[in-house]
């Protein structure tokens, strides 16, 4: 939304410039101006609305995306003691099955792990019609 107020501002600056070079009416600057005034506001409204309602949310899953980025460089910088307080943040449990580890991630980093199996899934279905 904020790309689109964005390019609505620019649109209604090319039209201004128009109008005092001459190249659309003042009658059709006027339409223009009131249309798109009329857009801006109700862009302008719903940000602040999804600002308002989403804010502490928004906050939240960036700071669990970044801790993530930074799970695998900060796993093998630290000391054993560290590691484990970062598996644990993690990880609510681990299962073994056919010689190999299966994390079981506590929330919200199960939506993350869930979303990139089922990404990874529609990939494959995509690439094979």
Wanted: with cysteine; hydrophobic share 30%.
């Amino acid at each position: 939304m904020q790309k689109e107020e964005h390019k609505l501002r620019a649109r209604r600056d090319r039209a201004y410039e128009d109008n005092l070079d001459g190249k659309i009416t003042e009658e059709r600057w006027l339409q223009l101006e009131g249309r798109w005034g009329n857009e801006a506001q109700g862009l302008s409204r719903r940000i602040t609305v999804l600002g308002e309602e989403t804010g502490p949310a928004v906050d939240e899953a960036h700071e669990t995306f970044e801790l993530l980025k930074r799970a695998p460089s900060l796993y093998l910088q630290q000391n054993h003691e560290e590691r484990a307080r970062l598996l644990r943040t993690l990880l609510s449990n681990c299962i073994i099955k056919n010689e190999s580890v299966d994390p079981v991630y506590k929330k919200p980093f199960d939506l993350v792990a869930e979303g990139r199996v089922v990404n990874d899934w529609h990939r494959g279905r995509d690439s094979n019609p």
